[in-house]
C-alpha cells in the first residue's frame, strides 16, 4: 500500500472582524477548486467546523467565526485537500437516511449497499425473524434493518473489535437496543451453538488484487484494506461465505450479499443443488449488485 500524504497544516488566519461564514466558504471553495464537488465540500466541513446546521448557516452567512473554528476548518479543507475522504473528516455517513458516524476504522457506506437492505424487506415477513450481518462495519445494514423490521431478532457480527466499537457506537446514539453485536471471522462465533437464520447478509470484501492497485488513492491508503481486499481473484471470502451459509440458514432461509463488477457469473456458479431461486438484484447504475439464494 503507497504512503499516505501528510497534510500540510494551513497556519494563515482571516482577520476576525471580516471572517465570516460566507467569506470562509468561498476560501475554503477556492482552496478546493478541482474538486468536481468543492463547493459542497466546502460547506459540508465548514458546518462541522462552525458546529452549524445549514439553515444555520443559510439564515446568517455574515455571521463572524471564531479563530479556533476558523483555524480547524482550514485544517479540515486541507487534510481533505490531501485526499482524506470526506466522511473522515465529518465523522458522518447517511446511509438509509440514517446518520452513522465513521472512522478509519471501517469502510464508508456507499448507496448501493442500500440495494441488499430493499431486497431483504421485499422478501422479509415482517414476523419475528433472526437476521445475522456479516461483515457489519459500521452497522449500517444492521441499523437499517432494525428501523424497517421492528419485529425481528438482529445479530451483527464482525472480526475487527474496532468497527464493532463503531457499529455498537452508533446503535446506541440511534437507541437501536435491537442489534446485538459480536466478534465472529464469518460464522466462526455460530459453531456449535445450533442457532440458525431466517435471512444471512452480507456486503464482503470483493475486491481483487488488480483492481486494488487501479482503486482512487482516496480509497487504497484510507478506507481498511481488510474491508475491502478479499484476495488474488476478489472471491475469495465470497466462496467461504456461500459454501458456510447453508449450515446456518433455516430451511428457505436467505443468504444476501453484495458483489462487485464482472462477478456475477462466476458468483452464480458457486451455488450447488441445496440453494434455489437465485436472483439478481441491480444498483441505479444498472450494474448486478445483490445476489439472492434461498436454502431448499
Known amino acids: 500500500m503507497g504512503r499516505r500524504r501528510r497534510a500540510r497544516v494551513w497556519h494563515g488566519t482571516l482577520n476576525p472582524r471580516t471572517a465570516t461564514l460566507q467569506d470562509l466558504f468561498r476560501l475554503g471553495a477556492s482552496l478546493l477548486e478541482g474538486s468536481p464537488q468543492a463547493l459542497l465540500e466546502a460547506k459540508v466541513l ?28 482550514l485544517r479540515l479543507v486541507e487534510r481533505r485537500k ?3 475522504p470526506l466522511s473522515y473528516l465529518t465523522g458522518m455517513r447517511e446511509f438509509w437516511s440514517i446518520p452513522l458516524g465513521v472512522s478509519p476504522s471501517v469502510l464508508i457506506p456507499r448507496p448501493e449497499t442500500e440495494v441488499l437492505v430493499e431486497k431483504v424487506l421485499e422478501l422479509s415477513s415482517r414476523d419475528r425473524e433472526i437476521i445475522l450481518d456479516v461483515g457489519t462495519g459500521s452497522g449500517n445494514i444492521a441499523i437499517a434493518l432494525a428501523k424497517e423490521l421492528p419485529r425481528a431478532r438482529i445479530l451483527a457480527a464482525d472480526v475487527s473489535l474496532r468497527a464493532l466499537a463503531v457499529a455498537r457506537r452508533n446503535a446506541e446514539r440511534l437507541k437501536t437496543r435491537r442489534v446485538e453485536f459480536l466478534r465472529s471471522d464469518l460464522f466462526s462465533a455460530f459453531r456449535g451453538t445450533g442457532v440458525r437464520f431466517d435471512f444471512i447478509v452480507s456486503n464482503p ?69 441445496r440453494w434455489t431461486e437465485i436472483e439478481t438484484a441491480w444498483d441505479l447504475a444498472g450494474k448486478p449488485r445483490v445476489i439472492t439464494a434461498r436454502r431448499a
Open 205 to 273: 470484501p470483493y475486491v481483487s488484487a488488480r483492481e486494488w492497485q487501479a482503486l482512487p488513492a482516496e480509497v487504497r491508503e484510507y478506507e481498511p484494506r481488510r474491508a475491502l481486499l478479499a484476495g488474488e481473484s476478489g472471491l475469495e471470502v465470497i466462496r467461504r461465505l456461500v459454501g458456510r451459509a447453508g449450515r446456518f440458514l433455516k430451511p428457505g432461509g436467505y443468504l444476501i450479499f453484495e458483489i462487485g463488477d464482472g462477478q456475477r457469473d462466476e458468483v452464480l456458479g458457486l451455488f450447488g443443488r
Open 46 to 73: 465548514l458546518l462541522r467546523a462552525a458546529r452549524l446546521s445549514e439553515e444555520g448557516f443559510l439564515a446568517a452567512p455574515q455571521t463572524p467565526l471564531a479563530s479556533d473554528a476558523e483555524a480547524f476548518f
Open 82 to 84: 490531501c485526499g482524506i
